[in-house]
């Protein structure tokens, strides 16, 4: 549905159905699936036009293809973007989407708390290339203030964070990168499109794991790089092309049909974490939960503003690495993995998993104890997931579950 103004008027789960469908004359009702590396022309006039860029169309797969170029363009509408491009894999949009800013003698700020390979991009590879960086306390805006230098050039952080769900003041960063003249690139795994709108808050690129919540079953790896047309095309649209992360044909096309359902899984998801969330934090055990929307997160108030829902996460304190270790252990469905976003409940020992790259003081600085499990709440019936926490939980008592009836 358009508008008088030509402009699309449609809501999030409605654009998630229809968005950006081509297509061909046979006109299926399904997203066709093209599943071909390059296209034929009529005439070389036709190719050499294509290739000058005064003819619309495909060239070869690496840069555009059409069953990719729906879910780039379903991807911008949801996110309300100008511009999409879509990636191997997550962490190719992640690099792309910072490497494609910076020159040697450029410099980059991170926050500390990052899922760990974007962690590497920013500590690791980018001082490589004689790119200069800076982690801060991604909660402290007087470190992102008192990082910023002349020659910044972009600002990086992930809100929630990875695994302690700790928050960063989106609007509040994209303004210090801004009056810096640098840009801000929003890591939006963690909160989902649905939840949070990192470009309304102020930043200049948003990048998504699309393996996690919009693929959803635990298929097929994937990325997506959200800006304006004049971001892409100035840092991204090159570097893709001629660097080759594309998405395959056969992975947009799952993503497109991840799409469709995205509202109903993220809802029914949150919807489980929230119920998980309260109830562990009613157990004994447990010396603390960590999740967005509860009054007791230290950042209630920042979640409140910045996101419409607390996501699908929760993070969890036991006494030590035995106790966390037995309980997942005695978990009889939630699967124990370090993927997340799945229809599946996974749990994860950030610790000795995803984390484990760090040393100690690093873990210890980010808040990861030896006693943190992260929940990824799937779709199962929520009231079986609290029965097997609940049921694993009682396992450390011994076995006494009988205290766990009484409560
Ligand atoms: C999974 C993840 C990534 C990396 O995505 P891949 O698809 O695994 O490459 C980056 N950032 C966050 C927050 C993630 O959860």
Same mark, same amino acid.
């Given at each position: 549905?358009? =508008?008088?103004?030509?402009?699309?008027?449609?809501?999030?789960?409605?654009? #998630?159905?229809?968005?950006?469908?081509?297509?061909?004359?046979?006109?299926?009702?399904?997203?066709?699936?093209?599943?071909?590396?390059?296209?034929?022309?009529?005439?070389?006039?036709?190719?050499?036009?294509?290739?000058?860029?005064?003819?619309?169309?495909?060239?070869?797969?690496?840069?555009?293809?059409?069953?990719?170029?729906?879910?780039?363009?379903?991807?911008?509408? /949801?996110?309300?973007?100008?511009?999409?491009?879509?990636?191997?894999?997550?962490?190719?949009?992640?690099?792309?989407?910072?490497?494609?800013?910076?020159?040697?003698?450029?410099?980059?700020?991170?926050?500390?708390?990052?899922?760990?390979?974007?962690?590497?991009?920013?500590?690791?590879?980018?001082?490589?290339?004689?790119?200069?960086?800076?982690?801060?306390?991604?909660?402290?805006?007087?470190?992102?203030?008192?990082?910023?230098?002349?020659?910044?050039?972009?600002?990086?952080?992930?809100?929630?964070?990875?695994?302690?769900?700790?928050?960063?003041?989106?609007?509040?960063?994209?303004?210090?990168?801004?009056?810096?003249?640098?840009?801000?690139?929003?890591?939006?795994?963690?909160?989902?499109?649905?939840?949070?709108?990192?470009?309304?808050?102020?930043?200049?690129?948003?990048?998504?794991?699309?393996? *996690?919540?919009?693929?959803?079953?635990?298929?097929?790896?994937?990325?997506?790089? #959200?800006?304006?047309?004049?971001?892409?095309?100035?840092?991204?649209?090159?570097?893709?092309?001629?660097?080759?992360?594309?998405?395959?044909?056969?992975?947009?096309?799952?993503?497109?049909?991840?799409?469709?359902?995205?509202? /109903?899984?993220?809802?029914?998801?949150?919807?489980?974490?929230?119920?998980?969330?309260?109830?562990?934090?009613?157990?004994?055990?447990?010396?603390?939960?960590?999740?967005?929307?509860?009054?007791?997160?230290?950042?209630?108030? #920042?979640?409140?503003?910045?996101?419409?829902?607390?996501?699908? /996460?929760?993070?969890?304190?036991?006494?030590?690495?035995?106790?966390?270790?037995?309980?997942?252990?005695?978990?009889?469905?939630?699967?124990?993995?370090?993927?997340?976003?799945?229809? *599946?409940?996974?749990?994860?020992?950030?610790?000795?998993?995803?984390?484990?790259?760090?040393?100690?003081?690093?873990?210890?600085?980010?808040?990861?104890?030896?006693?943190? /499990?992260?929940?990824?709440? =799937?779709?199962?019936?929520?009231?079986?997931?609290?029965?097997?926490?609940?049921?694993?939980?009682?396992?450390?008592?011994?076995?006494?579950?009988?205290?766990?009836?009484?409560?």
């Amino acid at each position: 549905m358009t =508008g008088n103004d030509g402009r699309d008027r449609t809501r999030a789960a409605t654009r #998630l159905v229809h968005g950006g469908t081509l297509r061909s004359q046979f006109g299926e009702t399904s997203e066709a699936l093209f599943l071909t590396q390059g296209f034929i022309y009529d005439t070389m006039e036709a190719a050499e036009a294509r290739f000058k860029g005064d003819a619309p169309g495909f060239i070869y797969s690496r840069f555009s293809n059409p069953t990719v170029a729906m879910f780039e363009e379903r991807m911008a509408l /949801l996110e309300g973007a100008e511009a999409a491009r879509a990636t191997a894999s997550g962490m190719a949009a992640v690099t792309a989407s910072i490497l494609g800013q910076l020159k040697a003698g450029d410099h980059a700020i991170g926050a500390k708390a990052l899922f760990g390979s974007c962690r590497y991009v920013l500590e690791d590879l980018l001082p490589r290339f004689g790119v200069e960086t800076t982690l801060v306390d991604g909660e402290d805006l007087d470190q992102w203030r008192a990082a910023m230098r002349p020659n910044t050039k972009t600002l990086f952080l992930e809100s929630p964070t990875n695994p302690t769900l700790s928050l960063v003041d989106i609007a509040a960063v994209a303004e210090i990168a801004h009056a810096g003249g640098a840009t801000l690139v929003v890591d939006n795994v963690f909160a989902t499109p649905l939840l949070q709108s990192p470009l309304a808050l102020g930043a200049d690129c948003v990048v998504y794991s699309v393996t *996690k919540h919009v693929d959803g079953q635990g298929r097929c790896l994937g990325g997506v790089i #959200l800006a304006s047309k004049a971001f892409i095309d100035t840092h991204v649209h090159n570097l893709l092309r001629q660097t080759g992360p594309a998405m395959s044909p056969f992975n947009a096309w799952v993503m497109l049909k991840g799409l469709e359902t995205l509202t /109903l899984r993220v809802r029914a998801q949150t919807a489980g974490a929230e119920v998980i969330a309260d109830f562990l934090a009613a157990q004994r055990g447990i010396k603390r939960v960590i999740y967005p929307f509860r009054p007791d997160h230290p950042q209630y108030a #920042l979640a409140r503003r910045q996101m419409s829902g607390g996501g699908t /996460l929760v993070a969890f304190e036991l006494a030590d690495k035995q106790a966390a270790f037995r309980m997942a252990n005695a978990l009889r469905i939630i699967g124990i993995s370090n993927n997340l976003g799945d229809s *599946k409940s996974l749990i994860t020992h950030p610790a000795t998993t995803t984390h484990q790259r760090l040393a100690p003081e690093a873990r210890a600085e980010l808040g990861i104890s030896e006693g943190m /499990l992260r929940l990824s709440v =799937g779709l199962e019936d929520v009231e079986d997931l609290t029965d097997d926490l609940g049921g694993a939980l009682a396992g450390l008592d011994g076995g006494k579950i009988s205290d766990l009836a009484s409560r």
